[in-house]
């Protein structure tokens, strides 16, 4: 009997640590990817390689598949219109990525149901930096409107100087430009929610630590009020239901002094924030990803110790991928380390991570930032 296939659009460590995740269930997996040797074709002899633009191998790798699912929000929602009149069931669907791919679009859907965002404009043709400071304030975000990530397609602005130099930058992403209020957060935090046809799980709100706008340490659970988890956690609920939203979301929020919260940005995939759900959770982000796109029973996002800490290791320079110094990450017990197979390293990309569950945070924290030193990808 032909087993169930899953397809997925993407082939690097969010496809691979999924695929191990329906591996481990019993489902096979295809990927589509632009080159070979992705992170996720290693564990797969049905790797596709090409891209979503080519009809005739994009064709082909639907007709292989069972039901879709995706990497990234980057791939044009209607491209994923096209995998939907070929009959092949998409999640996210399209229409759902529609509102999420541009993040103007996404801050307008999540405020027009009443959920707490920053202020934002669209930067159109002969808009001026005057008009815009004066309704967010003289600091605020150029950001590109889409394929904007870990920092790419955000622009500072203190200055009309600044906002000339970062409209001549992100224009060169991306057309749409959007402006958005700068928010003095005291965190950031981030919560993943998955959900099916019939249920809806939140797992812990984390606190996330950024290093040149790149996520760098996430802690789990974020250590905050009971009043400040719980909002969080309904307005990330809220915010899924708004774009109606089916699989598994990453919603990233500000926390301000005074404990206001707003959310950043939502990502329709699984996220760099709930990596640590691998060793910390009794259900890794990973198999509720795969069991929401089958939409089968949901496992729970429950942690198995106090803490969990994750710190991403990002490559140190530019060169092809070798591990160095891995002797004693190996020989600790407690720590966890995940390589993602990438064949070359650079300065600031995501290599691998680490991660370490127990009940003394000031410990994990400072056994695994040491152990992050020590390894070089």
């Known amino acids: 009997m032909k087993n169930y296939k899953i397809g997925i659009l993407g082939g690097g460590q969010l496809a691979r640590m999924s695929l191990f995740a329906a591996k481990r269930l019993g489902f ?56 939907e009149s070929l009959g092949k069931k998409v999640v996210p669907s399209s229409h759902t990525i529609s509102l999420i791919q541009d993040k103007f679009l996404q801050k307008q859907t999540l405020s027009k149901a009443k959920i707490p965002v920053p202020k934002f404009i669209d930067v159109n043709v002969g808009i001026t930096y005057e008009e815009i400071s004066a309704q967010l304030g003289k600091k605020f975000l150029l950001k590109s409107r889409k394929m904007g990530y870990d920092g790419y397609g955000n622009y500072t602005v203190k200055s009309k100087k600044d906002f000339f130099d970062g409209l001549k930058k992100l224009q060169l992403r991306s057309a749409l430009i959007m402006a958005e209020e700068f928010v003095p957060f005291e965190k950031e935090l981030a919560i993943m929610v998955v959900r099916t046809d019939k249920e809806i799980k939140t797992y812990p709100v984390v606190e996330t630590i950024q290093e040149n706008h790149i996520c760098k340490i996430v802690i789990a659970p974020a250590e905050i009020s009971a009043k400040v988890k719980k909002q969080a956690e309904e307005i990330a609920i809220a915010s899924i239901k708004s774009i109606k939203g089916k699989g598994l979301f990453g919603v990233e929020l500000f926390l301000t002094k005074d404990e206001k919260i707003f959310v950043n940005e939502i990502a329709p995939r699984p996220h760099n924030s709930g990596h640590y759900t691998i060793e910390g959770c009794k259900i890794s982000q990973f198999e509720n990803h795969i069991r929401a796109v089958l939409n089968l029973p949901l496992g729970s996002t429950e ?70 030193k020590e390894i070089i990808i």
């Open 28 to 83: 096979d997996v295809a990927i589509l990817e632009k080159e070979k040797y992705s992170p996720a074709s290693q564990l797969t002899q049905d790797e596709y390689v090409g891209w979503v633009d080519d009809k005739k191998m994009l064709t082909k790798f639907v007709s292989d598949c069972d039901i879709i699912t995706l990497e990234n929000e980057f791939i044009d929602y209607q491209e994923l219109m096209f995998i």
């Open 303 to 372: 942690l198995v110790n106090k803490y969990a800490v994750m710190i991403n290791l990002l490559g140190k320079g530019k060169s092809a991928t070798t591990m160095k110094s891995l002797n004693k990450i190996l020989n600790d017990k407690e720590i966890h380390l995940h390589i993602y197979g990438k064949e070359i390293s650079k300065l600031g990309r995501k290599m691998g991570h680490i991660t370490m569950v127990g009940d003394e945070l000031k410990l994990i924290l400072s056994k695994l930032k040491k152990a992050e």
